[in-house]
């Protein structure tokens, strides 16, 4: 079964209607993990590659350079569009057709990683839907802005947006 998440919203009802059916949920952004991790047999596999917004601030108070904004369904090669249209460039994936969530979840090597570190390095703030197993079910929306605290336990988090840091063209 496969829901096209549209919205926070879909997904946070995708995750209860899984939850009252005791299924199983996987999480498919581009569909590239080798492994095979955003599919299982019998799974609710919630699709976020509808989920494409790209903001820009040029006049970000936490980076210079400014930030760009993306949620989970856009590919590298649209975000890249997007940044070099404001003559700057971001961390990212050799392959275009690799989204930034698991890209980035993977530490995020990239061809100019040398210049400018790993994509993972890149990360101003992260927003996911959490969802907690504690006696009742609860989702939320929640905005993380200490990403190397770890997750913790009892919860699948789904990333909906990734803030990098922009850098200028060497």
């Not at 609710?44 to 790209?54: A, G, T």
């Not at 108070?61 to 003559?87: F, P």
């Not at 197993?133 to 993380?144: D, F, N, Y």
């Given at each position: 079964m496969i829901v096209m998440a549209n919205s926070v919203e879909d997904v946070q009802k995708s995750v209860l209607f899984a939850n009252r059916y005791d299924l199983l949920v996987t999480v498919h952004s581009s569909g590239h993990d080798y492994n095979g991790r955003s599919?299982?047999?019998?799974?609710?596999?919630?699709?976020?590659?509808?989920?494409?917004?790209?903001s820009?601030?040029?006049?970000?108070?936490?980076?210079?350079?400014?930030?760009?904004?993306?949620?989970?369904?856009?590919?590298?090669?649209?975000?890249?569009?997007?940044?070099?249209?404001?003559?700057?460039?971001?961390?990212?994936?050799?392959?275009?057709?690799?989204?930034?969530?698991g890209y980035t979840l993977g530490g995020g090597h990239s061809p100019i990683s040398r210049s400018f570190g790993l994509a993972a390095d890149q990360v101003l703030e992260t927003k996911h839907l959490e969802l907690f197993?504690?006696?009742?079910?609860?989702?939320?929306?929640?905005?993380?802005k200490q990403v190397g605290l770890g997750l913790g336990g009892y919860y699948i988090a789904v990333k909906s947006e990734q803030f990098y840091r922009l850098k200028t063209k060497i």
């Open positions: 599919t299982a047999d019998g799974s609710l596999m919630i699709d976020l590659s509808s989920m494409k917004e790209i820009i601030n040029l006049q970000s108070k936490r980076h210079e350079a400014g930030e760009v904004t993306v949620e989970s369904g856009n590919s590298w090669l649209k975000i890249y569009e997007k940044v070099q249209s404001v003559d700057r460039v971001v961390v990212g994936g050799s392959s275009h057709t690799v989204s930034p969530g197993v504690i006696k009742a079910l609860m989702v939320k929306s929640k905005t993380t």
